[in-house]
């Protein structure tokens, strides 16, 4: 199942049954649950976790040491949940002390080609990043996200579960749920990501009450302050509208409007 030419640093944990391919490198403080099969030509290094039956292809880079100045060699972290797939090229960095030590990804992503997913980035689970998005650090993805070719996401941003961004968006400000930008360099939201929400059982009664908060939101000229206290009156009909609110209220660089 390890290739005669992958190189396993003494320390590393590996299940049994996890595949390695040729000339890929586990560092010494890697753990790689059942399942998980690593190609060749793979680097897996520092105080790494992995679950179960993930799929790394070839020329990835994950746990690597970040980008971060401040960096001092602190045994920051990464941890990886389980069913992802890390196309070729993709490179994920671990965490730094000025945040909680940890980039985490939970479950059943997709990272297609080239993907960067800097320190301390929190993804959550069933979201699809296009060839050569970027996440700069200390961003928050939510669930059920698709972040499209060439995007770039600013650090500190959040994207909010359920949100749909186009190809080449240059994202600046956070994006609340269930909502579709477009836009390039001039991001702008145009909408309720309708199609995704059918596709994932929302009814057609939730979905008009996320449209009813798009418009409160986009449409009536308010301050986020008071779109946020109409919301609030409305939550109690559609609890996704409440997840639209608890969203707003925990925004910090502003919404994408």
Request: proline share 2%; net charge negative.
């Amino acid at each position: 199942m390890i290739h005669k030419t992958a190189i396993i640093e003494k320390g590393a944990e590996i299940a049994s049954d996890v595949e390695i391919g040729p000339y890929s490198i586990i560092g010494a403080n890697v753990k790689i649950d059942e399942g998980t099969r690593v190609g060749p030509h793979v680097v897996i290094n520092g105080h790494t976790t992995i679950g179960k039956n993930n799929q790394f292809y070839q020329f990835s880079s994950v746990g690597e040491v970040n980008q971060d100045k401040k960096y001092a060699g602190e045994p920051t972290q990464l941890v990886i949940g389980d069913n992802n797939i890390v196309r070729e090229g993709v490179t994920i960095h671990r965490g730094t002390v000025q945040d909680k030590g940890i980039t985490s990804i939970e479950n059943d992503n997709l990272l297609m080609a080239y993907v960067h997913v800097a320190h301390d980035c929190v993804i959550g689970s069933h979201n699809i990043l296009g060839n050569t998005a970027a996440l700069a650090g200390h961003v928050i993805v939510g669930d059920y996200v698709n972040i499209n070719g060439y995007c770039g996401i600013h650090q500190f941003c959040q994207i909010g579960s359920h949100a749909f961004i186009a190809h080449a968006c240059l994202v600046t400000k956070d994006i609340p749920p269930f909502l579709m930008v477009v836009g390039g360099k001039d991001t702008t939201v145009c909408g309720i990501n309708v199609e995704g929400l059918k596709r994932r059982g929302f009814s057609p009664e939730d979905i008009q009450w996320l449209r009813r908060a798009y418009k409160v939101i986009y449409r009536q000229g308010l301050r986020v302050a008071d779109a946020t206290e109409e919301l609030d009156k409305m939550a109690s009909e559609c609890a996704y509208v409440g997840d639209f609110a608890a969203f707003l209220k925990t925004s910090h660089r502003g919404i994408v409007r």
